[in-house]
């Protein structure tokens, strides 16, 4: 990629990257703003542009491409067979806030898994580097814990989304605000197949990939560590507590879930950032990235 190519993608993503905390930080001190009922189809644009123009400055266009199609496909064929046969994440629909559907599963789907699933795996390699990427454990072992990591944002969104965002409802309710053991089940397989299929793939390619500097792992690090800290903001921001119901009837209040949120943020999605940060910070000090 030449160097023009290279500084334009780092624009867009860093640009994708501002929109996403703009749009975020606007809906949670203004959720009556004008274009908060855009918000899936915002913060999806965003997580994909970043995605796509932050891997192209590595892997280029046709292998980012590849992690974009294994993530769609996967996470769609996931979700409707949990929708119609309740495998992997156990019985539930979709409501119509998620925007249009194709096969019973919303079309953002697909993308929104692949704009987190590429930041988890930039977190990954971060953290352990990049030069065992070739080796059979790692190409085992990254996917399982990449899978871990995303399943935690999960826990921090899921009871948020299943009742106070009403997106989805479970068919039978859970002990975590609503939620089921098996969706957290079903996310990490989910997750674990992406990760595992694209580390596969990447194994399987010949030519080693050029080091990128400090600045470009700290882009994926600040985007995730973002995503994770809205949590605390949000709860912070929202004074008024309500009664909330889950799918199976049970009560709970608005705050304790925010609550909830919050503190799984900061010990699963905020400690992964900032993991990855002083791993590459660590790194650079004895000049290997």
């Known amino acids: 990629m030449s160097e023009a190519a290279v500084r334009m993608c780092k624009t867009l993503s860093l640009t994708a990257l501002v ?29 994909v542009a970043f995605g796509y123009f932050h891997g192209a400055r590595r892997y280029g266009w046709g292998t980012t491409a590849v992690l974009f199609v294994i993530a769609t496909v996967i996470a769609t064929t996931s979700e409707h067979f949990s929708v119609t046969a309740g495998f992997p994440f156990g019985y539930y629909i979709h409501t119509a806030a998620m925007g249009p559907q194709i096969f019973q599963v919303p079309i953002i789907i697909g993308p929104v898994y692949f704009g987190m699933t590429y930041l988890v795996w930039t977190l990954v390699l971060a953290i352990f580097g990049t030069a065992h ?19 935690g944002f999960d826990m921090c969104f899921d009871p948020i989304g299943s009742t106070v965002g009403g997106y989805w409802h479970y068919r039978e309710s859970g002990a975590y605000f609503g939620v089921p053991l098996s969706n957290y089940v079903g ?4 997750a674990w197949a992406i990760f595992q299929s694209f580390a596969l793939f990447l194994s399987s390619r010949s030519g080693d990939v050029d080091p990128m500097p400090a600045s470009y792992w700290h882009e994926a690090s600040t985007f995730w560590g973002l995503m994770g800290l809205q949590y605390p903001v949000l709860m912070l921001a929202t004074s008024e ?28 999605m905020v400690l992964a950032a900032f993991l990855s940060i002083l791993a590459v910070h660590l790194r650079t000090k004895q000049d290997v990235i």
């Not at 905390?21 to 004008?34: A, E, G, K, L, R």
């Not at 996310?187 to 989910?190: G, K, L």
């Not at 209040?253 to 609550?259: H, T, V």
């Open 19 to 47: 929109v996403w905390m703009v749009y975020t930080v606007t809906c949670i001190f203004w959720p009556t703003n004008p274009i908060a009922h855009y918000n899936w189809y915002v913060i999806t644009i965003a997580l």
């Open 133 to 151: 990427v070739r080796c059979r454990t790692f190409i085992f072992a990254a996917p399982v814990i990449a899978a871990c990591i995303v399943t």
């Open 187 to 190: 996310w990490f397989i989910n």
């Open 241 to 268: 507590t309500v009664l909330v119901r889950d799918s199976g009837g049970w009560v709970w209040r608005s705050g304790d879930i925010l609550q909830a949120a919050a503190i799984n943020s900061i010990y699963t």
